[in-house]
């Protein structure tokens, strides 16, 4: 437990930050389909493991539905709150893995996305307020 490599090769890396840097002085909603349009197609077949890139579609898939720009207040209080908690699980289960010597992989936006199905409930959709914790 606790030896499972999650790195993505260094020229995946290097190409995410070049992406990055050509970005330039964009503005920084420019990004805000990275994760939902530009991830998938950019990580897909980077991970050495396929476990790995499912895992982030289905981070992919709760960005969207956080950023409808319409959402049911049982679907989120529900539904939405299962996906992210069993998401959180997920991920502290393949990355954290339960060995301390890898708790720096538990950062704090991690635990954040918990609190997103309340933050959607009291302030309405995401994209109508800056959630700075999850940004």
Same mark, same amino acid.
């Given at each position: 437990?606790?030896?499972?490599?999650?790195?993505?090769?260094?020229?995946?890396? =290097?190409? *995410?930050?070049?992406?990055?840097?050509?970005?330039? @002085?964009?503005?920084? /909603?420019?990004?805000? /389909?990275?994760?939902? %349009?530009?991830?998938?197609?950019?990580?897909? @077949?980077? +991970? %050495?493991?396929? =476990?790995? +890139?499912?895992? +982030?579609?289905?981070?992919? =898939? $709760?960005?969207? !539905?956080? %950023?409808?720009? /319409? $959402? !049911?207040?049982?679907?989120?209080? @529900?539904?939405?709150?299962?996906? $992210?908690?069993? &998401?959180?699980?997920?991920? =502290?289960? *393949?990355?954290?893995?339960? @060995?301390?010597?890898?708790?720096?992989?538990?950062?704090?936006?991690?635990?954040?996305?918990?609190?997103?199905? !309340?933050? *959607?409930?009291?302030?309405?959709?995401?994209?109508?307020? &800056?959630?700075? $914790?999850?940004?």
């Amino acid at each position: 437990m606790g030896n499972e490599d999650h790195k993505l090769s260094e020229s995946t890396v =290097k190409a *995410i930050g070049g992406a990055c840097t050509a970005a330039g @002085n964009t503005m920084p /909603t420019a990004f805000g /389909t990275h994760t939902t %349009l530009v991830g998938p197609v950019v990580l897909r @077949n980077q +991970f %050495l493991r396929v =476990k790995y +890139f499912k895992h +982030f579609l289905e981070l992919a =898939k $709760i960005f969207e !539905d956080c %950023l409808k720009l /319409t $959402i !049911d207040a049982d679907y989120v209080d @529900n539904e939405l709150w299962e996906q $992210i908690a069993a &998401w959180v699980l997920t991920y =502290k289960k *393949i990355y954290y893995q339960y @060995n301390l010597a890898r708790l720096s992989t538990c950062t704090l936006t991690v635990h954040a996305l918990l609190h997103i199905p !309340d933050n *959607i409930l009291n302030g309405g959709p995401v994209w109508c307020y &800056w959630n700075y $914790i999850t940004e």
